[in-house]
Nanobody
């Protein structure tokens, strides 16, 4: 049974930073299967923020490029999303997701993924 658990969300002012974490059970990050971070604001579609492929290439949505950083710690079986220079439009529920298989492409569509965490709320005030 795969279980993903996000943490690290909160409320910050514009320009601030947060670091999200996603710990896994029943799923080893050493497998180098593809993983991603998504977000969903009220009334909007779930959108891809960042992903890592099986060659450890990292991809970002244009809206967060240069501000967000995806990283992975295999020893801790945890992935992170460092979010800097946050904007009010970054306000959303953020989800960690895992594909359960290898991939070698920019996987930023929600239908690519099989496993999802419960989400952590990020709120950025102006």
């Amino acid at each position: 049974q795969v279980h993903l658990m996000e943490s690290g969300g909160g409320s910050v002012q514009a320009g601030g930073s947060l670091r999200l974490s996603c710990a896994a059970s029943g799923y080893s990050y050493r497998s180098n299967y593809c993983m991603g971070w998504f977000r969903q604001a009220p009334g909007q579609e779930r959108e891809g923020v960042a992903s890592i492929d099986s060659g450890n290439r990292i991809y970002y949505a244009d809206s967060v490029k240069g501000r967000f950083t995806f990283s992975k710690d295999n020893a801790k079986n945890t992935v992170y999303l460092q979010m800097n220079s946050l904007k009010p439009e970054d306000t959303a529920m953020y989800y960690c997701t895992a594909m359960g298989k290898s991939c070698y492409y920019r996987a930023l569509f929600k239908d690519d993924y099989n496993y999802w965490g419960q989400g952590t709320q990020v709120t950025v005030s102006s």
